[in-house]
RNA sequence: GGGGCCGUGGUCUAGCUGGUCAUGACGCUGCCCUUACAAGGCAGAGGCCGGGAGUUCGAACCUCCCCGGCCCCACCA
């Protein structure tokens, strides 16, 4: 690294992280007798670029990485891609412009790796580097990659082994556009345009009963209707039938507490499926399915003439009738909302199949309990947590008709239909191309097998993330960096990840899987989410190759945990403004100590330090000790602006103006405690940064403390710890009165449009100038250029 | 409907285990080319801390109610 007369961040970090890659800074090298503090960083989704939302809560990881890091720990802190299953999937379909559907199998999935190993990883990984994060990079594991499949595999296995894995034929959630069941996470509401059709059906005798129904296409699933036992209108009809419009087909008129008198005309349909009281309904009376729906979203035989049709053709064509019959009385336009898959915003459709799930809504009560033992940073985020776990109702559908993604290790006997699971040591395996690990069925003998061609859902293996990271290191190690000593991750996943991987730790080992949980908030615009259909994104690699990395992690750096931050550019333009002060401050000391021709790390003069510099060791001290107290307990936000409030106001507005004089023109012990304590407080603070903005502190470490230093990266230095001084209470207060007399002097001189080297003679209260003690008052009369100091009120009088 | 977060000078924010003049930044005004820094320095103006009630000697900070914004979940005939 070079010296540069102007630091240029992005010329400089580019530099800095080149030193850092060839040093291999960051590579994890346990040192033995240290504690371990192990990350289990989240694996972002490979889908295009970073957002700035990534860059946001990924440097906030950091921050606290790089801190454990000076701390002495050793830090694991691998790094991961989560690329697999859909969203994977749909971005090949989109850069590769194909249809998985439309071509073999092996081909989409051969695809889909080449891309990803090819073109989508590295580049991907660049985005992370950039903005500093010091994950060791060898560490490095794909949710896909074989490691991945093997451990994926092997937990189901092991799930099987335990009775947590059944596989049933049920009505689930299903998305027709991704011709796949899906799970309660994934879908999300949306509010759409839709028509509320009143319709009718008769009775046997020719009576007509009206209903409401947004879902007309329906009418051939219908099977029963209800009302609620209360609603008079509709009391008689119990036990009575009802024909279905166009159809024909007779269904019951029951009551059930479900229904709503005041929704629609208080009388409704029942359909199988078209949402979950049909689903209740349809088990609590126990009413025949029918399917009106296939799963690639068309309409089945049951339809007569409308099969075939996509639904909402159907739903048009079936209107079209209705109206023609007279058996149509009102539509009345709603916007409502519906659940949605939240990958491709299809709605959702309930369509019996056969799905593999992972048995846990029996554990509910546990799950609270799993949520209590974690430490959560901050601690409200638990609530969602246990929100979440509330409105629990369905078991986990890990099954996947897709096709990239991690196999199911499963075959079924032809005959009987036993699933055989494979062997762990064949692990990974692909049943589409491997063989069952037995030639005959254990259950009838038979010896032909139909390998699964599901795929598992990608959570079911991003669950498993601790397990993967402990994967990357020796064996030996597992015991002391499991459980994983943090999760860090963004809000918005806490239902996902967070308690998928609680509950995947719990299931296999009986155990959580980290102790700690930071939640970092979201970037907002304006107040509002961002999001690409919005278009209101900012690109954090635009904001980089403006600004700097430095200036993005400190802007990142000023909200407190778990809070969003509205993203607004002149934060971004103060961040840098901060770097070129800490340069420019550093430049100063350093001058000043070559200046002086110091060699060996500047130390107190023999007859000890200077009072003015004891002010603000002592100052540097609680610092030390505030900015320590708040980064252990993930408040790095607080951290940050104690150090940074000492360096601006005390160190820089005061302190360097203070001790210029000293350094200037003191004698040799005066000079020799001032060089002492600007090289003391500047290197501290220059530590205390590092964690924030990596590239300007690592720069002046290699350019200016390396003289002094032996750590090789400021990043493997030790955290500052506090300095034994001569005891004085009265510290505080002394540095309080110097800075503000310091400050009223030079607001004497501002009104008075004088420069601030304008010569005065200073009147101070008695008690004041005692307080400060002679060597103090020397130092004041310097900095305020005082020609004479003088017992009484306080007063500035101008020389001439 | 359930849960949670937030509401502080024009803007974004800190403080919220109650007690000196309520942080800091941007913007605005004025002064200063002071041997670290003019993409700077120094200083200044600007706030009934969303509204109301209560607890207290004392509340931005605690309690209750209301208003507004956002997020998650549920419901959605």
């Given at each position: 690294?070079?010296?540069?007369?102007?630091?240029?961040?992005?010329?400089?970090?580019?530099?800095?992280?080149?030193?850092?890659?060839?040093n291999q800074t960051f590579k994890f090298t346990p040192v033995a007798g240290r504690p371990f503090y192990s990350i289990d960083v989240p694996p972002p989704?490979?889908?295009?670029?970073?957002?700035?939302?990534?860059?946001?809560?990924?440097?906030q990881m950091d921050f606290v990485a790089r801190y454990k890091r000076m701390r002495g720990f050793n830090v694991l802190y691998p790094f991961g891609t989560?690329?697999?299953?859909?969203?994977?999937?749909?971005?090949?379909?989109?850069?590769?412009?194909?249809?998985?559907?439309?071509?073999?199998?092996?081909?989409?999935?051969?695809?889909?790796?080449?891309?990803?190993?090819?073109?989508?990883?590295?580049?991907?990984?660049?985005?992370?580097?950039?903005?500093?994060?010091?994950?060791?990079?060898?560490?490095?594991?794909?949710?896909?990659?074989?490691?991945?499949?093997?451990?994926?595999?092997?937990?189901?296995?092991?799930?099987?082994?335990?009775?947590?894995?059944?596989?049933?034929?049920?009505?689930?959630?299903?998305?027709?556009?991704?011709?796949?069941?899906?799970?309660?996470?994934?879908?999300?509401?949306?509010?759409?345009?839709?028509?509320?059709?009143?319709?009718?059906?008769?009775?046997?005798?020719?009576?007509?009963?009206?209903?409401?129904?947004?879902?007309?296409?329906?009418?051939?699933?219908?099977?029963?209707?209800?009302?609620?036992?209360?609603?008079?209108?509709?009391?008689?009809?119990?036990?009575?039938?009802?024909?279905?419009?166009?159809?024909?087909?007779?269904?019951?008129?029951?009551?059930?507490?479900?229904?709503?008198?005041?929704?629609?005309?208080?009388?409704?349909?029942?359909?199988?499926?078209?949402?979950?009281?049909?689903?209740?309904?349809?088990?609590?009376?126990?009413?025949?399915?029918?399917?009106?729906?296939?799963?690639?979203?068309?309409?089945?035989?049951?339809?007569?003439?409308?099969?075939?049709?996509?639904?909402?053709?159907?739903?048009?064509?079936?209107?079209?009738?209705?109206?023609?019959?007279?058996?149509?009385?009102?539509?009345?336009?709603?916007?409502?909302?519906?659940?949605?898959?939240?990958?491709?915003?299809?709605?959702?459709?309930?369509?019996?199949?056969?799905?593999?799930?992972?048995?846990?809504?029996?554990?509910?009560?546990?799950?609270?309990?799993?949520?209590?033992?974690?430490?959560?940073?901050?601690?409200?985020?638990?609530?969602?947590?246990?929100?979440?776990?509330?409105?629990?109702?369905?078991?986990?559908?890990?099954?996947?008709?897709?096709?990239?993604?991690?196999?199911?290790?499963?075959?079924?006997?032809?005959?009987?239909?036993?699933?055989?699971?494979?062997?762990?040591?064949?692990?990974?395996?692909?049943?589409?191309?491997?063989?069952?690990?037995?030639?005959?069925?254990?259950?009838?003998?038979?010896?032909?097998?139909?390998?699964?061609?599901?795929?598992?859902?990608t959570w079911a293996t991003s669950s498993l993330t601790p397990r993967l990271v402990l994967s990357l290191v020796d064996s030996s190690l597992h015991d002391?960096?499991?459980?994983?000593?943090?999760?860090?991750?963004?809000?918005?996943?806490?239902?996902?990840?967070?308690?998928?991987?609680?509950?995947?730790?719990?299931?296999?080992?009986?155990?959580?899987?980290?102790?700690?949980?930071?939640?970092?908030?979201?970037?907002?615009?304006?107040?509002?989410?961002?999001?690409?259909?919005?278009?209101?994104?900012?690109?954090?690699?635009?904001?980089?190759?403006?600004?700097?990395?430095?200036?993005?992690?400190?802007?990142?750096?000023?909200?407190?945990?778990?809070?969003?931050?509205?993203?607004?550019?002149?934060?971004?333009?103060?961040?840098?403004?901060?770097?070129?002060?800490?340069?420019?401050?550093?430049?100063?000391?350093?001058?000043?100590?070559?200046?002086?021709?110091?060699?060996?790390?500047?130390?107190?003069?023999?007859?000890?330090?200077?009072?003015?510099?004891?002010?603000?060791?002592?100052?540097?001290?609680?610092?030390?000790?505030?900015?320590?107290?708040?980064?252990?307990?993930?408040?790095?936000?607080?951290?940050?602006?104690?150090?940074?409030?000492?360096?601006?106001?005390?160190?820089?507005?005061?302190?360097?103006?203070?001790?210029?004089?000293?350094?200037?023109?003191?004698?040799?012990?005066?000079?020799?405690?001032?060089?002492?304590?600007?090289?003391?407080?500047?290197?501290?603070?220059?530590?205390?940064?590092?964690?924030?903005?990596?590239?300007?502190?690592?720069?002046?470490?290699?350019?200016?403390?390396?003289?002094?230093?032996?750590?090789?990266?400021?990043?493997?230095?030790?955290?500052?710890?506090?300095?034994?001084?001569?005891?004085?209470?009265?510290?505080?207060?002394?540095?309080?009165?110097?800075?503000?007399?310091?400050?009223?002097?030079?607001?004497?001189?501002?009104?008075?449009?004088?420069?601030?080297?304008?010569?005065?003679?200073?009147?101070?209260?008695?008690?004041?100038?005692?307080?400060?003690?002679?060597?103090?008052?020397?130092?004041?009369?310097?900095?305020?250029?005082?020609?004479?100091?003088?017992?009484?009120?306080?007063?500035?009088?101008?020389?001439?």
């Open positions: 690294m070079q010296p540069v007369q102007k630091y240029d961040p992005l010329q400089q970090e580019p530099v800095v992280q080149q030193f850092w890659e060839s989704t490979v889908s295009g670029d970073m957002h700035i939302g990534h860059a946001f809560s990924y440097a989560d690329n697999n299953g859909i969203p994977t999937e749909r971005l090949v379909e989109k850069i590769k412009k194909v249809k998985a559907r439309d071509m073999p199998r092996q081909d989409f999935i051969d695809l889909c790796q080449q891309t990803l190993d090819r073109e989508l990883i590295p580049t991907y990984i660049q985005d992370w580097k950039r903005i500093g994060v010091s994950c060791d990079f060898n560490l490095l594991y794909s949710t896909i990659d074989e490691r991945s499949r093997r451990i994926s595999q092997s937990a189901i296995i092991d799930l099987h082994r335990k009775g947590r894995l059944f596989r049933s034929e049920a009505p689930s959630m299903w998305c027709p556009e991704c011709q796949t069941g899906i799970s309660q996470v994934e879908c999300e509401d949306k509010e759409l345009q839709s028509t509320f059709n009143h319709l009718v059906f008769k009775t046997p005798e020719g009576q007509p009963l009206e209903i409401a129904t947004t879902r007309p296409e329906l009418l051939p699933a219908c099977v029963a209707m209800f009302y609620h036992p209360s609603d008079s209108r509709y009391r008689h009809l119990n036990g009575r039938k009802a024909v279905v419009p166009i159809f024909g087909h007779e269904v019951p008129i029951l009551p059930d507490e479900r229904a709503s008198p005041d929704k629609g005309t208080g009388l409704v349909m029942c359909c199988t499926f078209g949402d979950q009281t049909d689903m209740e309904w349809q088990k609590a009376h126990n009413l025949p399915i029918r399917e009106a729906i296939t799963p690639d979203g068309r309409m089945t035989e049951l339809a007569r003439k409308y099969k075939g049709m996509k639904i909402h053709e159907a739903r048009e064509a079936i209107i079209a009738d209705l109206k023609s019959q007279h058996l149509l009385t009102k539509q009345e336009p709603l916007t409502h909302f519906v659940n949605v898959h939240e990958r491709c915003g299809t709605e959702i459709e309930f369509i019996k199949s056969k799905q593999w799930f992972i048995r846990m809504l029996d554990l509910k009560e546990d799950m609270f309990k799993w949520g209590e033992q974690l430490h959560w940073y901050p601690d409200f985020m638990k609530h969602r947590y246990d929100n979440w776990v509330n409105g629990l109702q369905w078991d986990w559908l890990i099954s996947r008709q897709r096709y990239f993604g991690v196999p199911f290790p499963i075959w079924y006997c032809e005959k009987c239909s036993e699933p055989v699971f494979a062997d762990e040591k064949d692990l990974p395996v692909d049943p589409l191309k491997d063989k069952p690990p037995m030639d005959k069925c254990p259950k009838c003998g038979h010896d032909k097998f139909t390998p699964e061609s599901d795929v598992l859902d002391q960096v499991f459980p994983l000593s943090l999760r860090p991750q963004a809000h918005d996943i806490i239902t996902f990840w967070l308690f998928k991987t609680v509950l995947r730790s719990q299931l296999h080992h009986g155990v959580n899987p980290f102790r700690d949980i930071m939640i970092s908030g979201f970037v907002t615009l304006k107040g509002q989410k961002m999001s690409k259909s919005k278009g209101n994104v900012v690109r954090p690699q635009d904001v980089t190759t403006k600004y700097g990395a430095d200036a993005l992690r400190y802007w990142a750096s000023t909200s407190k945990l778990g809070k969003d931050l509205d993203y607004q550019e002149k934060d971004v333009v103060t961040a840098r403004k901060f770097i070129t002060k800490l340069f420019n401050a550093a430049n100063f000391v350093f001058m000043n100590l070559d200046k002086a021709g110091v060699s060996g790390v500047p130390s107190p003069p023999a007859d000890g330090i200077h009072p003015t510099d004891a002010l603000f060791l002592s100052r540097l001290n609680s610092v030390i000790t505030e900015a320590t107290q708040a980064f252990d307990s993930y408040e790095y936000s607080q951290a940050k602006s104690v150090v940074e409030n000492f360096f601006w106001k005390e160190f820089c507005d005061n302190y360097l103006e203070i001790v210029k004089t000293r350094v200037y023109s003191g004698g040799e012990s005066e000079q020799k405690s001032a060089l002492f304590g600007l090289y003391t407080i500047l290197k501290y603070m220059s530590q205390m940064m590092a964690p924030f903005t990596p590239h300007i502190t690592e720069y002046l470490w290699q350019i200016h403390f390396r003289k002094f230093e032996k750590t090789e990266s400021i990043h493997l230095s030790e955290w500052p710890t506090v300095r034994e001084l001569p005891a004085d209470d009265r510290a505080p207060t002394k540095l309080e009165t110097l800075m503000g007399i310091t400050a009223r002097v030079r607001q004497a001189k501002t009104q008075n449009q004088k420069s601030l080297k304008e010569p005065i003679i200073l009147t101070l209260p008695a008690d004041q100038a005692d307080l400060l003690g002679p060597d103090v008052l020397e130092d004041l009369k310097a900095v305020t250029a005082a020609r004479e100091v003088k017992n009484g009120e306080f007063s500035v009088v101008f020389a001439e």
